[in-house]
């Protein structure tokens, strides 16, 4: 894949990718090995957003599937992912990587809130930021925070590491035949409705001219890789 030259980019990590196959929610080993990949493009100079999911613990959706009240349930979901950035934090401080955590639910005693310039700032002095809490409202996700979040601080493009090398014509786990995209647009994966990211996640990248990245983050090493164009990835433009 081709990939343009970014400087700043936001990774938009899903509560499923810090699963191990031991069926632990937080796997270290795994969360480990990421904050390893998110170290290394730190250390080639690359300026990083980091958006975690909440999904390996907790989704509204879920909740409101065995009658819990949606909005209630999506709050939960939320704070899952704040346990997330935390954890996220954790491992890439343990090898040496300064960040901060911005959660869009102000929570003083665990970490900042969410504040663009403070980002900014921290993005300036190198640090790692890790934004929680989606765009901090029920009914949304947290591909719409990373849209989002990538709209604000001015990312060049936002990179959705996921299980699969990038955006197929049908599911490439059920459907052999299926066929890998190496470009398409916002449009097409609105109107097919491809599984790239929520439909108001990709219309948000659309109206702002903001890349999106899909590429397999459970292979070590990959995102250095596609940031330098030599992995397989999709890249959704316009
Ligand atoms: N959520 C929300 N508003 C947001 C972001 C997330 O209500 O802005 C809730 C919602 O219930 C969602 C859960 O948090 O199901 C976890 O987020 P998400 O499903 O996006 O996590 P992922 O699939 O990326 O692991």
């Known amino acids: 894949m081709n990939t343009p030259a970014f400087k700043r980019i936001l990774l ?36 990083l957003c980091v958006v975690v999911g909440g999904g390996n613990i907790f989704r509204g959706i879920s909740g409101a599937a065995r009658g819990m009240d949606r909005a209630t349930g999506d709050y939960m979901g939320m704070l899952a992912t704040v346990m997330n950035a935390l ?3 954790n491992a890439l401080e343990q090898i040496g990587v300064e960040t901060r955590v ?9 970490c900042e809130p969410f504040i663009r310039r403070r980002a900014e700032r921290h993005l300036e002095k190198g640090r790692i930021v890790i934004f929680a809490a989606g765009v901090g409202s029920p009914f949304f996700t947290t591909d719409s925070g990373a849209a989002l979040r990538a709209a604000e601080m001015k990312c060049d493009a936002l990179f959705k590491g996921t299980s ?5 014509d049908a599911d490439p786990k059920k459907v052999p035949t299926a066929t890998r995209y190496e470009t398409v647009t916002y449009d097409r994966v609105l109107s097919d409705n491809l599984k790239v990211m ?3 996640a990709v ?36």
């Not at 911005?102 to 665990?110: G, K, L």
């Not at 459970?218 to 999709?234: D, F, I």
């Open 87 to 89: 954890a996220v934090q």
């Open 12 to 47: 938009k990590l899903s509560g499923e990718v810090l699963m191990g196959e031991g069926g632990l929610s937080i796997d270290p080993d795994v969360i480990a090995r990421v904050a390893a990949e998110i170290a290394d493009v730190r250390a080639q100079g690359y300026e």
């Open 102 to 110: 911005q959660s869009a639910i102000p929570m003083a005693s665990v």
């Open 164 to 168: 699969v090398d990038g955006v197929y």
């Open 198 to 200: 929520d439909a108001s």
């Open 203 to 238: 219309a948000l990248c659309r109206d702002n001219n903001i890349p999106i990245v899909v590429f397999n983050i459970r292979e070590r090493g990959n995102l250095a890789r596609v940031l330098r164009g030599q992995a397989t990835a999709t890249i959704v433009q316009a």
